[in-house]
């Protein structure tokens, strides 16, 4: 009864450290996860669609020197980007998610021809765009994944640079809603 007991207990315990690591990043022997999620869109007629596109998680703890991995969390079509961005500079309104310049500053050096629109005759053929030392370390460092791109580029990982102490916000620059932040340990 008492190994029951304990048992238990240690599989109760197994999993609230598991929602704790889920809460702020899945760690594992390669560093933190951040994960692409993609539940769809809704829409109500004549009043609003939703595109339910977003980083899991949205808030990622992570040790300087560690590794970060960014991927799918299921089959996905569309590119997406792990962009650092000045806090302010993060869309808050829709004319702002529209027009995001931090977007069209920072990540258009992941594309073919940068002066041109994204689309099948400009892919990404850079994955990773560094403005400052290698890794993440600053506003401009990029990391992209494309699953149409050919050969497909589902994950790509990246270590982080930045000291201890550091928070950098990220958004997708195809999609700038999707918006989180890297606390840095």
């Not at 000045?86 to 258009?108: M, R």
């Not at 099948?120 to 791109?149: E, Q, R």
């Amino acid at each position: 009864m008492r190994s029951l007991k304990l048992s238990l207990a240690l599989v109760l315990l197994g999993g609230l450290l598991l929602l704790a690591a889920n809460a702020f990043g899945s760690s594992s022997g390669k560093g933190v996860v951040v994960k692409v999620n993609d539940t769809g869109v809704s829409m109500s007629p004549n009043k609003y669609i939703q595109d339910n596109m977003a980083f899991s998680p949205g808030t990622v703890e992570v040790k300087s020197g560690q590794t970060l991995t960014f991927e799918y969390q299921q089959k996905a079509m569309e590119p997406h980007t792990l962009t650092v961005v000045k806090q302010s500079d993060l869309p808050k309104t829709g004319a702002q998610v529209e027009h995001c310049s931090a977007c069209q500053k920072l990540a258009t050096g992941h594309l073919k021809n940068p002066h041109a629109e994204p689309g099948p005759g400009n892919p990404i053929v850079h994955w990773t765009l560094n403005k400052g030392k290698p890794g993440l370390d600053t506003v401009g460092d990029s990391i992209a994944i494309d699953s149409t791109a050919k050969p497909a580029h589902k994950q790509i990982s990246i270590k982080v640079t930045a000291k201890q102490g550091t928070t950098l916000y990220f958004l997708c620059a195809v999609h700038p809603w999707m918006q989180g932040k890297l606390v840095v340990k």
